[in-house]
């Protein structure tokens, strides 16, 4: 989840489009249909679980489109939809807004999930943490990300703390290192790490960010390539729309496109209690807006999550200085691609 920095995506821009490109080629896919290639922020899981239900479901072939998810690599989403190497890929806001004001072109198609689904976690027996405000002095096991620091300083201040704490960057490591007491408190998706905790009878305390008047945010993100979507706007539209149908059967009935991820990464998961548990959990809270949508996004909530970090000034552009002007929010984000609404 870490941020793209523009020499970042400079230095790797070469070697993955060469890499990618020679990997997946162009044009015309294997199906007879126009390609697409997905680029994942992790291993399948239910973060993603509306675009396995459009494959599985044959909605990606009926658009005819050929979607290919790329195997997932350590290069972000982010810097292989900018630069080409995909022409869509999972994102979440807050990487997305570093990426996007340190030059990345990419812009928000789809919001997977409408809410923040990772928290501040503890392990369930620290009964001396009981509020974010009493991680003073602690140990955060983080996972590099520019934006972390600046995200759990906030929370803990909005909850009467000072805001100081040190910083291990452990990445997927840190839930293990949780788990085992090494560090006080990590950022785990509680719709994945924090049901697998307590499948694993180590089970986790959890303080939501916005309960302490932190902004909310578009957690997870289907992004796409800009050129590619001003090029193809039809092509865009009919994917985004089929990935849109499959969130909406993922949010209507989280036990069949539970299946339906499994089915389409056999071998993939250990745990289908956990798959199922997790699918549930999304349905049920964070899959639709207010109004019971899937997929939309509203200036408001842009506003506020990246509003509060150009206001924090920790967003930095190209040149890596600190942003001297407010960013049009509005340009980095479109509904124009999702299905009409009834």
């Excluded at 870490?2 to 997946?24: D, E, F, Q, T, Y």
């Excluded at 679980?49 to 909605?59: E, M, P, S």
């Excluded at 694993?200 to 992004?223: E, H, I, S």
């Excluded at 002007?325 to 340009?331: E, G, I, L, Q, S």
Aim: charged share 20%.
């Amino acid at each position: 989840m870490a941020p793209v920095r523009a020499s970042r995506i400079l230095a790797a821009l070469a070697a993955v489009v060469a890499l990618l490109l020679a990997g997946c080629g162009g044009g015309q896919g294997g199906s007879g249909g126009e390609t697409i290639r997905i680029a994942l922020d992790w291993t399948p899981n239910t973060n993603h679980t509306g675009l396995y239900v459009a494959q599985q479901q044959g909605w990606f072939r009926e658009a005819g489109l050929d979607v290919q998810f790329l195997p997932y690599n350590n290069t972000s989403p982010d810097t292989l939809v900018s630069s080409g190497a995909a022409e869509v890929g999972i994102s979440f806001q807050d990487s997305f807004t570093f990426s996007k004001a340190a030059g990345a072109d990419i812009t928000s198609v789809m919001a997977v999930l409408q809410h923040w689904a990772t928290q501040i976690a503890v392990r369930a027996d620290r009964a001396d943490i009981t509020s974010p405000r009493d991680l003073d002095g602690t140990t955060y096991g983080g996972f590099g990300a520019a934006y972390e620091e600046p995200k759990m300083r906030a929370v803990i201040q909005d909850a009467g703390g000072t805001g100081t704490f040190e910083t291990v960057v452990l990445g997927t490591a840190a839930y293990e290192a949780l788990y085992a007491g090494e560090v006080d408190f990590t950022e785990p998706f509680i719709a994945w790490e924090g049901i697998e905790a307590e499948l694993r009878g180590q089970p986790l305390k959890t303080f939501a960010y916005t309960d302490y008047g932190f902004p909310d945010a578009y957690n997870v993100l289907l992004v796409a390539n800009t050129p590619w979507l001003a090029a193809e706007p039809e092509v865009a539209t009919r994917f985004v729309q089929a990935a849109q149908r499959g969130y909406q059967l993922a949010a209507d009935d989280p036990a069949q496109a539970a299946q339906l991820l499994m089915d389409a990464n056999p071998g993939a998961f250990s745990e289908p209690e956990l798959v199922r548990r997790s699918q549930e959990m999304l349905a049920a809270e964070y899959l639709r807006d207010e109004r019971g949508l899937v997929g939309t996004q509203t200036l408001e909530k842009w506003s506020g999550y990246s509003g509060w970090v150009f206001d924090s000034g920790a967003l930095t552009g190209p040149d890596g200085a600190p942003l001297a002007d407010r960013p049009d929010f509005a340009t980095w984000f479109t509904n124009d691609h999702l299905a009409p609404t009834p």
